[in-house]
T-cell receptor, first 116, second 111 residues
Framework: DAGVIQSPRHEVTEMGQEVTLRCKPI?????LFWYRQTMMRGLELLIY????????DSGMPEDRFSAKMPNASFSTLKIQPSEPRDSAVYFC??????????????FGPGTRLLVL | GENVEQHPSTLSVQEGDSAVIKCTYS??????FPWYKQELGKGPQLIID?????GEKKDQRIAVTLNKTAKHFSLHITETQPEDSAVYFC??????????FGKGTMLLVSP
């Protein structure tokens, strides 16, 4: 199993530009999570999906952030327009009953975003 | 919601020593406690987890202990090696679907 796949691994953009982060969860997993990690705030849950449906987006910081999951194997997190304070590492994670424990989340390698 | 506190925030040990990281949780209904290791430039990786029906679980040099009465659980690493240097996160369930993570412990193992 390739694990959770994220792209791009690094993104440098200028303030005001649109940024799209991509995630492919582990095959068969029915939950997908988007996190943001910063030194100040640690690991924050932004939004999660169950069976492609957004369940809780209360962690999304602003309307500039949006996420979609058009099918079981793909999700996107979009920031439009981006701001320097959005600079962080964004992780995607998935879980499902293929795991040893159903609650176990498996993380991708992350996307390191720098907004200038 | 669940509240997870993790201590210490940083831990420095000499190679070969043991390291202990402690977490407390608030929801007495929580029944699953994973530990993640995050190396520099990588995503958190699950290293060990425990259910509330056992008090201890071991996997080679790492072990997790759970005290449900006191609502705390700990990660123990014995015979530490430089490659154990990383940030370690504990977590506890938030409802059925999500996890609440501790703030992390940066472990530095010096040769």
């Amino acid at each position: 199993d390739a694990g959770v796949i994220q792209s791009p691994r690094h993104e440098v953009t200028e303030m005001g530009q649109e940024v799209t982060l991509r995630c492919k969860p582990i095959s068969g997993h029915d939950y997908l999570f988007w996190y943001r990690q910063t030194m100040m705030r640690g690991l924050e849950l932004l939004i999660y999906f169950n069976n492609n449906v957004p369940i809780d987006d209360s962690g999304m910081p602003e309307d500039r952030f949006s996420a979609k999951m058009p099918n079981a194997s793909f999700s996107t997190l979009k920031i439009q327009p981006s701001e320097p304070r959005d600079s962080a590492v964004y992780f995607c994670a998935s879980r499902g009953f293929l795991a040893g424990f159903p609650e176990t989340q498996y993380f991708g390698p992350g996307t390191r975003l720098l907004v200038l | 919601g669940e509240n997870v506190e993790q201590h210490p925030s940083t831990l420095s040990v000499q190679e070969g020593d043991s390291a202990v990281i402690k977490c407390t949780y608030s929801d007495s209904a929580s029944n699953y406690f994973p530990w993640y290791k995050q190396e520099l430039g990588k995503g958190p990786q699950l290293i060990i987890d425990i259910r509330s029906n056992v008090g201890e679980k071991k996997d080679q040099r790492i072990a997790v202990t759970l005290n449900k009465t006191a609502k705390h659980f700990s990660l123990h690493i014995t015979e530490t090696q430089p490659e154990d240097s990383a940030v370690y996160f504990c977590a506890a369930p938030e409802g059925y679907s999500t996890l609440t993570f501790g703030k992390g412990t940066m472990l530095l193992v010096s040769p």
